[in-house]
């Protein structure tokens, strides 16, 4: 049992992540990752509508006809997204502006109605539960770190207008990374997003193979020390 959770966290976060493996949602990546701020606050509502909805649809699973499955589970993302995109609206106004048309847009994004049709339609409530909030944080992790790289080489800051989602307290967490910097304006337009992402799929394939390459060699260390024995 242990085992299938590590398996779905790690999947989620790293294995399977939608942005870097599945190369799924990447209209909002590329769109909104432009901040840390905005990538994070995308990221977190895309991470609660994986939750709800996946753990919602492995709850109706068996009183749902094949026939009809598709659009009740696009209705059911699309009540879960209006659900967040008014809660924004309500509470993170400046931010909700910000992200505009991409909350709502969150309802076509391939990597929930993916999850919905392949795990979460077949499997119980608690590991559709666990594979939306990992695979939510995954894609999480791949807006804030293409944010991250943006805001950076884009404008030479951090955490910039971090009060649209933290409060007025957050106005002096803006971290200058580079002092005097005119920005690069590359960085933070879409081909900018392009570029950085294929760097960082890169740089995870670079780590992926070099764990593979050391797997085998810790494997023959304990059969080299059987045989001396």
Do not use: H
Not at 28 to 47: C, D, E, K, M, Q
Not at 82 to 106: C, D, Q, R, S, V
Not at 139 to 153: D, K, P, W
Not at 201 to 206: E, G, Q, R, V
């Amino acid at each position: 049992m242990l085992s299938e959770y590590s398996k779905i966290v790690k999947d989620g976060l790293w294995l399977n992540n939608q942005a870097f493996v599945a190369l799924l949602g990447l209209c909002p990546l590329l769109a909104v990752s432009n901040t840390v701020i905005n990538g994070l606050g995308l990221g977190l509502a895309t991470t609660m509508t994986l939750v709800l909805s996946n753990t919602i649809i492995s709850l109706i699973r068996n009183f749902v006809p094949d026939e009809v499955r598709l659009p009740v589970f696009v209705l059911v993302i699309a009540s879960v997204v209006t659900m967040i995109e008014l809660a924004m609206n309500a509470w993170f106004f400046g931010l909700y502006k910000i992200l505009g048309i991409f909350i709502p847009l969150i309802v076509t994004n391939c990597s929930i109605i993916g999850r919905a049709e392949a795990y979460a339609s077949k499997q119980r409530a608690d590991k559709a539960f666990l594979d939306g909030l990992f695979m939510g944080l995954g894609f999480t992790f791949a807006l804030v770190t293409l944010g991250s790289l943006r805001e950076i080489i884009g404008s030479g800051t951090l955490f910039a207008k971090a009060e649209l989602m933290f409060g007025e307290a957050a106005k002096t967490w803006q971290i200058d990374v580079i002092t005097d910097y005119s920005g690069m304006l590359l960085a933070i337009l879409p081909p900018g997003a392009f570029i950085g992402l294929g760097l960082l799929i890169a740089l995870k394939n670079i780590i992926d193979t070099k764990v593979k390459q050391r797997k085998p060699a810790q494997i023959q260390i304990p059969i080299q020390v059987a045989q001396e024995q």
